[in-house]
């Protein structure tokens, strides 16, 4: 079931750090097409945000949803607010304590109720 609720528990798992809850909707080969990398596979997700989540602390906030069977399109914000200095984070240099928000679109390929390959990008950074 692709419904808001559906997609909702996805991002509050993500919220959360639920790993396994949030890497329970990937597909073994999904593919993430994002921002900061591109990668292949459900563990090279997963290994990358628990990097990430070591060093940030990631909000995702959904502001629309539109859902299918083989698609989702998701508008969303994400606050970013670094535990430490990053001086390389793949999007520009964070700093600790620093509070980065923006608005970003994502796109959802669904098989079998699992994502299979997700692409975002921004739309624009928030002040």
């Known amino acids: 079931m692709t419904d808001r609720g559906?997609?909702?528990a996805y991002?509050?798992?993500?919220?959360r750090?639920?790993?396994?809850?949030?890497?329970?909707?990937?597909?073994d080969d999904v593919e993430f097409f994002g921002q900061a990398a591109t990668l292949s596979?459900?563990?090279?997700?997963?290994?990358?945000?628990?990097?990430?989540?070591?060093?940030?602390?990631?909000?995702v906030d959904l502001l629309s949803f539109v859902g299918?069977?083989?698609?989702?399109?998701?508008?969303?914000?994400?606050?970013?607010v670094p535990l430490a200095?990053?001086?390389?984070?793949?999007?520009?240099?964070?700093t600790k304590g620093e509070?980065?928000?923006?608005i970003n679109f994502a796109l959802y390929n669904l098989a079998d109720g699992k994502f299979t390959r997700i692409r975002s990008a921004r739309f624009r950074r928030l002040p």
């Open 68 to 80: 299918g069977e083989d698609m989702v399109a998701a508008e969303i914000r994400t606050t970013l």
């Open 17 to 27: 750090c639920d790993f396994e809850g949030f890497g329970a909707y990937y597909a």
């Open 6 to 8: 559906w997609f909702q």
């Open 11 to 15: 991002l509050d798992a993500f919220n």
């Open 41 to 59: 596979g459900r563990a090279a997700i997963l290994d990358f945000y628990r990097g990430v989540r070591a060093r940030i602390d990631e909000q």
């Open 85 to 94: 200095d990053w001086p390389d984070f793949p999007t520009g240099p964070l």
């Open 99 to 102: 509070r980065r928000q923006s």
